[in-house]
């Protein structure tokens, strides 16, 4: 009835005046826009769709990277499949653990106590390993590879333009003095970007508290000198390259340093040592252990423990019957925990 009204007011107040108003293409589009606004404003909230709670706070604790690195295309499809149970609960490669314990509560599950993986790159070549010739191209790996496998003498070597570097999204991998990619142990999250775009498979993923690394492939001359040094198996030689067991390893370093190569590499900035405190009775299980005899006493009386020979290995720790032995100065290596 108002609309009439007021159609009645316009029409009284003159044709041209109406005219002159409708053929306003300002007036035109504004009245169009106020119409197709309402309406979409009106179909957002009868067609909306309702999520749920859980999936709501599990995607606002995410860090919202959207790597991938959990298996999913991004956080909100990873927060849906964990509180459906599809996906654990720390199953976000970017989130922090205080993240992932708050991301189980909220779902009442548990996080697992597996260690963290990170990128591990397996070249100690760069500027040292010599350009067969001289490449003309787009300056990154892949498209370098495409030629010839790359511009270095070395055919399984890193080729030295950072594609890697530039694909991590968390700013974890810068380039080397060396011209060899270095990962910051605190910033990658294992999440396989960098993985997935080397071409030349030098990437993997590794556990962060294993220091002793097998850095170069070709470097290897498979004389198993590593293999009969390591006290707990952890290395055996495949096809003439040494391959480092990192559910065994121990962290001791000896076979880097039996290594004549140079192939096998101790990252280890300082090690802990053994000590024998005062319930020792001299019962020798821990100095017949020392794979490097840093041990030694005689029988029934407290032993003792040359710290400048002992390699902080760990294995007279569970061997000791009267638990006197401790592992004392830096952190000691555990299988399954981080430092």
């Given amino acids: 009835?108002?609309?009439?009204?007021?159609?009645?007011?316009?029409?009284?107040?003159?044709q041209e005046s109406l005219i002159e108003s409708v053929s306003n293409p300002a007036v035109v589009l504004g009245v169009m826009g106020l119409i197709l606004g309402l309406g979409l404003a009106f179909a957002a909230k009868k067609l909306a769709v309702e999520r749920d709670p859980l999936v709501e706070k599990i995607n606002s604790l995410l860090p919202g990277a959207n790597c991938g690195g959990c298996g999913y295309p991004g956080c909100m499809q990873f927060a849906?499949?964990?509180?459906k149970g599809v996906a654990p609960a720390d199953g976000c490669l970017a989130a922090s653990a205080e993240i992932n314990q708050q991301i189980a509560d909220a779902v009442g599950g548990e996080i697992s106590d597996s260690v963290r993986l990170i990128a591990l790159v397996h070249c100690n070549g760069g500027y040292s390993a010599m350009d067969e010739f001289e490449y003309y191209g787009p300056e990154d790996c892949v498209s370098a590879a495409m030629i010839m496998g790359g511009q270095k003498t070395c055919s399984y070597g890193c080729l030295g333009f950072g594609d890697c570097v530039t694909v991590c999204p968390f700013?974890?991998?810068?380039?080397?003095?060396?011209?060899?990619?270095?990962?910051d142990k605190t910033a990658c999250t294992g999440c396989g970007k960098c993985i997935e775009i080397c071409p030349k498979n030098i990437i993997k993923l590794w556990p962060v508290n294993r220091e002793v690394v097998v850095a170069c492939s070709m470097a290897c001359i498979g004389c198993r000198k590593c293999e009969k040094a390591c006290p707990v198996e952890?290395?055996?030689?495949?096809?003439?390259?040494?391959?480092i067991d990192p559910e065994k390893c121990i962290n001791c370093g000896l076979c880097a340093t039996e290594c004549p190569t140079g192939a096998i590499l101790d990252n280890a900035v300082a090690r802990p040592k053994a000590y024998i405190d005062s319930s020792c009775i001299g019962c020798s299980i821990c100095a017949?252990?020392?794979?490097?005899?840093?041990?030694?006493?005689?029988l029934k009386e407290r032993y003792k423990v040359d710290s400048d020979i002992c390699i902080g290995c760990g294995l007279c720790l569970p061997k000791c019957p009267k638990n006197s032995i401790n592992m004392i100065g830096a952190k000691s290596y555990q299988q399954n925990s981080e430092y």
């Fill in 80 to 83: 849906e499949a964990v509180a």
């Fill in 234 to 243: 952890a290395i055996t030689v495949d096809g003439f390259l040494a391959v």
């Fill in 288 to 298: 017949k252990i020392c794979p490097v005899n840093a041990i030694s006493g005689e």
């Fill in 1 to 14: 009835m108002n609309t009439l009204m007021l159609l009645h007011e316009i029409l009284i107040s003159g």
């Fill in 171 to 183: 700013d974890a991998i810068r380039m080397g003095e060396n011209g060899v990619p270095v990962v």
